[in-house]
């Protein structure tokens, strides 16, 4: 019996050995002796480049993950509203008693803009304070490429954080101190159907009439058309200060009385979910367009400025997420991994091509030190008589010339 248990008991031994060397056949991170490694200087000085690297890349790939992305979906609106708001900060450089503002919607009837509208004499041109506003307002607008299109959501708290306000400070007073004012600012809101409509600026006070309205442009003299315009803000819906819309900081010039300018937008509902909150408010896409009137001969239209807009069927939900923490772990291995195989293949062929020119050189040295010491020789053998002497207290043999 004692036989039995010793004998099973090897069998386990050899059966545990077999399994330990099978797992050690399958060691993909063999372990090299330090006998049998290597180091240089230059693999020194390459391992401190690649932790620099590394490291950098390991910190922008963290300020990557920190940030946050914007998805969107497209979806059938199911809003059924009736009322919709028009909010509007304008600034045309007209005086306020040359120029009308109003609203025609799909029907030809007349909005009222009640007293929600306000038409303020203001200076056209900018106090340093706006213009400084003026310049990082419009640069924030077009850092988003697609800034005119419904396919991007561009939000001044995003770039600048919390250090620039959203609306165009109040001029300085001294700056403007004994000049008139040259321009009219059409600020407020606007509760108007929501269906297709036209909102529009031109010159003279607007009369209703059946069929709508007119205005009562021939009582503006000539000289004092200008439409020039500067659009604060112009959006729909509920107004949300941290979006920039695709109108806002516009800035058009005209050097001519009769001139048209016509906006085309095409509005689309949108719910903004933030980390924060969420927001339920209206992108919208325009298409710009402007000309001068020459109506000596024969130019169809009106000087002013018309914003067509009409509203799309289509919504829009944008959301804000946190990058994943997954994904963060995967493209750190990537970044580390990737480095250094890339820079141990790198240090490899560098070493290989330096040994291969230090060999080429080393195998021109000596060509040149042999044909050295032949020529010197044969200058020996003809001048002077020479015995060899040789020296067996040396552990290598030495040849000496010995002059007799």
Not at 213 to 231: C, D, K, P, Q, T
Request: proline letters at 3%; charged letters at 20%.
């Amino acid at each position: 019996s004692k036989c039995l248990v010793m004998q099973s008991l090897s069998e386990g031994i050899r059966q545990r050995k077999t399994i330990s060397k099978g797992f050690k056949d399958l060691d993909a991170f063999p372990k090299i002796p330090e006998s049998y490694q290597e180091t240089s200087a230059s693999g020194g000085t390459v391992s401190i480049l690649v932790f620099l690297f590394i490291s950098m890349l390991v910190i922008s790939e963290f300020i990557y993950y920190s940030g946050s992305i914007l998805t969107y979906k497209y979806e059938v609106d199911k809003e059924a509203d009736n009322k919709f708001r028009i909010n509007i900060d304008i600034t045309v450089a007209m005086e306020c008693d040359d120029i009308g503002a109003d609203v025609l919607d799909l029907s030809g009837g007349n909005v009222d803009t009640g007293e929600n509208l306000h038409l303020t004499p203001a200076h056209f041109s900018m106090s340093s304070n706006q213009k400084q506003w003026w310049d990082a307002f419009r640069s924030a607008r077009k850092s988003d490429e697609g800034y005119r299109s419904i396919n991007k959501v561009t939000q001044i708290d995003m770039i600048f954080g919390d250090v620039m306000p959203t609306y165009m400070p109040d001029e300085i007073e001294s700056e403007f101190e004994g000049k008139e004012f040259d321009g009219c600012r059409i600020y407020g809101n606007i509760e108007v159907n929501k269906v297709a409509g036209n909102f529009h600026i031109t010159a003279g006070k607007s009369i209703p009439h059946p069929r709508g309205h007119a205005h009562l442009s021939a009582l503006v003299s000539e000289l004092n058309y200008n439409f020039s315009h500067r659009i604060d803000m112009l959006s729909f819906g509920e107004p949300h200060p941290g979006i920039i819309n695709p109108l806002d900081g516009d800035l058009m010039i005209t050097t001519t009385p009769y001139h048209m300018y016509q906006y085309y937008i095409a509005i689309v509902p949108t719910t903004i979910q933030t980390l924060k909150n969420t927001i339920k408010t209206n992108q919208y896409s325009v298409t710009q367009r402007s000309r001068q009137l020459n109506l000596n001969s024969g130019s169809q239209g009106v000087p002013g400025i018309f914003f067509k807009y009409d509203f799309n069927a289509i919504s829009v939900s944008v959301n804000e997420e946190r990058r994943s923490f997954n994904e963060f772990l995967i493209r750190l291995c990537g970044i580390i991994g990737g480095v250094f195989a890339t820079s141990g293949m790198l240090h490899s062929a560098i070493g290989a091509l330096a040994d291969i020119i230090l060999c080429q050189m080393r195998q021109k040295r000596g060509k040149m030190f042999q044909t050295a010491n032949n020529v010197q020789k044969e200058q020996f053998e003809g001048k002077t008589p020479f015995v060899l002497l040789k020296h067996d207290n040396i552990n290598s043999q030495h040849v000496s010339l010995v002059q007799q």
